[in-house]
């Protein structure tokens, strides 16, 4: 697969390097300005060139999302070669780089999305909407240096735009679907408010009526509402203040197999809340607190009928703050330094009753506090990029983690070579904990170590990075026959190589960007294949422009996966079109076609995709 990869991947790139100035309709020098850097704020807690970080980090811009027609967070990470979602019966698991699904968490505008009840820490992101998103920044390797706990394979952070100068509507018609949103700004004197609405009604979420010849009347009925308000004040005690409030709710039907079971549902309920204060100090010295607050209630009912006999009656609350201060000082034009504070605190509580079989944990709560630092210093010949954490989580358990990026341009060939290591650690979390069957109060934090290698060059009318790491994950918590699935830290080492090649082609004359990504993983889980891990993945997406019409496509291709230790998925291939046309200065209508060529397949075990489907938007600036 990697000699495919590079194939294509030089091929590609020799056409990019040969295409002329005649092609796009630009000259060279306009070309150069286009081919920039991305500011980017993950990897460094503060807004950084990425070319001037030692992270490999995915930029998915609101230009991207906008002329691929994407709505939901596990449509946008599709377009991540290196990322698989899979879903099933109302959870969605993110695997990364072949880690499992509590190596990468997700931040929307600052708040965790971390569920403290998940089986291995997973974020729960379902329910969250991508209508009004500025963009969408996806670090791949170890982040737990700045990030901490379960950053071991990457952090997903989701910015959406906190000020807006236009009010306006954007409403979608489908088949067995309708979405609407809308945001309205406010000025009251200093104070900048930003209010964002969105309401789905969705029958159309799994409408197989036939896969390899069985029929299905599988449906996934969804209705979903989300609330949110950004508060801003540029000037409050000589520093500035955001505050964000955003409440989730989505009533979902759960399917139990592939037949449709209409009394098997799911209610989630979420408040995120995050308020942050941002000062200068003397000197190029900057100062900022944030506290945030996720609070999530899961709620799975499934009744006896006909379709199933069992019964589910099961009740999940959990309750995370997050207080983080950090301390920049910009040492000189070449040379930063971070300080930072991080304080969290979990809660949580849960009922469950299949069938009769009941189980609950009361309420309980674990705390974590961090001391970090990361020190980057910018050198024509070597920059280096350091970081490390102090970490003291439950029963004064310990745990540190570093993090080390060298990287320069290697002369002649112009690319700019970068190698990493780094460590990260994962704490256990309340379910792993207290769970009354399967819990384990003695765990201790799962820890990883990694490696990377990449070399990144800029053509005339391309960038193209070529990337090879090495994943180690040591004392991973999980059940095993031999102690009856009882939570354990197993010392066996789990390890993922892989390589990755990306393309990007920005804006050039009518292409809006053209974007490849290829990915190639082997991943072992105490020597045995990993689950839900595809041996590779090739994304292409594009946005073409002509006057008034705006085109998006995306075409993926997922390799086969093990179901199971004695079963496969089979791999599979997509395309999702995006047709926009803009009336008038307020006025624009689009259509979007997911899975164009009407395929079916299993996305997880018994979980078939969607076929065709046809949306129609109209949106209107007020």
Known sequence: MLSILLRSGLIFASFLMVSSSTLLGVTSEEAKAIVASPVVISATKYPSQLDQTGDTVRVITSDELSALGVGSLQEALSLVANVHISSSYGVSSIFNRGTHSGSTPIQLNGVSLFDPLSTNGAPFFLNIPLQAVERIEFVSGSKSTLHGSGATGGMINIITPETATDDGVVMELGQGQFNVQGNYPLQVGNHRLLVNGYLERNHSGSAVPQYNGVDFDEIDQINAQTFSVYWRNPDLFTGQMNGYYQFNFMDQDLDKTSYDDPNYTSQIQQHLTRFDYSKPLSGQQFLNINYSRNALHRHYENLKDNADED??????????????????????????????????????????????????????????????????????????????????????????????????????????????????????????????????????????????????????????????????????????????????????????????????????????????????????????????????????????????????????????????????????????????????QKHSMGLKIENITNEFFQMATNNFSPGRTALISYSLAL
């Open 311 to 584: 019964t589910e009656l099961n009740d999940y609350h959990g309750l995370s703050h997050h207080l983080d201060m950090t301390h920049l000082s910009q040492l000189n034009h070449q040379q930063t330094l971070l300080l930072g504070l991080d304080i969290a605190q979990d809660q949580g509580r849960q009922s469950t009753d299949y069938s009769g079989d009941k189980s609950e944990i009361s309420d309980q709560q674990q705390s974590a506090t961090s001391l970090y630092t990361q020190f980057r210093f910018l050198n024509p010949v070597l920059s280096t990029q350091l970081g490390a954490r102090f970490t003291n989580y439950h029963d004064q358990k310990t745990v540190q983690t570093a993090s080390a990026s060298f990287f320069r341009k290697v002369p002649l060939i112009g690319a700019t070579a970068t190698l990493s290591f780094r460590t990260g650690y994962r704490n256990p979390t309340l379910y792993e904990r207290f769970d009354p069957t399967y819990g384990n109060d003695s765990l201790k934090a799962e820890s990883s170590e990694s490696q990377e290698l990449s070399l990144q060059k800029s053509f005339r009318y391309a960038a193209v990075k070529l990337t090879h790491f090495n994943h180690l994950l040591d004392s991973k918590i999980t059940g095993t026959a031999e102690n009856n699935y009882k939570n354990t830290n197993i010392n066996g080492l789990s390890r993922s190589v892989g390589q990755e090649l990306s393309i990007q082609v920005p804006r050039v004359g009518w292409l809006q960007f053209l974007r490849l990504d290829m990915s190639q993983v082997d991943s072992k889980e105490a020597g045995k294949n990993a689950l839900k891990v595809p041996e590779h993945k090739v994304t292409l997406s594009t946005g073409l422009q002509y006057q008034r019409a705006l085109l998006g496509i995306s075409m993926h291709h997922v390799g086969s996966q093990f179901a199971s230790a004695s079963s496969s998925l089979p791999s599979y291939s997509f395309a999702n079109l995006n047709l926009s046309y803009t009336l008038s």
